[in-house]
């Protein structure tokens, strides 16, 4: 739900325009994902930046798996490991098994063979209709900070909703600088969730 993100150069696929970098994405475009049933391929529109800082330094864990496919990502933001089960990627570890797109286009779980940490610059997280896609390959969520994919998307509705029923953001498109001021209400509101209830609702 809070600041979940990717390094620019990761690369996702979109319908009209190709393989693209993440810091070159225009919102209303299409990006390629894996349906819930039975992991084939599908396109979920990107409605809006949930955190976009394009010279903010942080540190990035990098996941490589054992066909080569590598991914930055921050350690709190989820990604699907064995059984397509949302998991914070600062919790991978070498053995575990990670979901990824096949060549053919369909789910599959590839072995991580190495974790490291990285500094870089930038720092992109796209929000989906669906709340996941494949960056670099790999099946990843839109959230961060809470363990529950299915609550993390849920809390997300009005949002969805708003930017299906409002199109005057589409007039000039231009890209916000920061956190979504939507996340950043909803985190402040987590944050003084008594822990036993932030508990309850992760379960």
Known sequence: ???????????????????KRMDQLIRGEEILTLSKAGGAPKYTQFYTW???EVDRETEF????TNTGKMLKITGDHLLFGEGRVAMRAGMVKNGDKICTISRDGT????????????????????????????????????????DNFDVAHASMLPLRMFHKLDKSWKKGNKNQEGLHIY???LMKIWENLPSRVQTAIQK
């Open 107 to 146: 789910l599959v779980e590839e072995i991580v063979i190495d974790v490291s940490m990285e500094m870089l610059t930038g720092v992109y997280a796209p929000f989906t209709m669906s709340g996941d896609f494949i960056a670099n390959g790999f099946l990843v969520a839109c959230y961060s900070d809470i």
């Open 183 to 185: 996340a950043r209400n």
């Open 50 to 52: 949930i955190h976009r």
């Open 1 to 19: 739900m809070g600041c979940c993100c990717f390094a620019g150069d990761v690369l996702v696929n979109t319908k009209s325009g190709g393989v």
């Open 61 to 64: 864990v990098v996941i490589k």
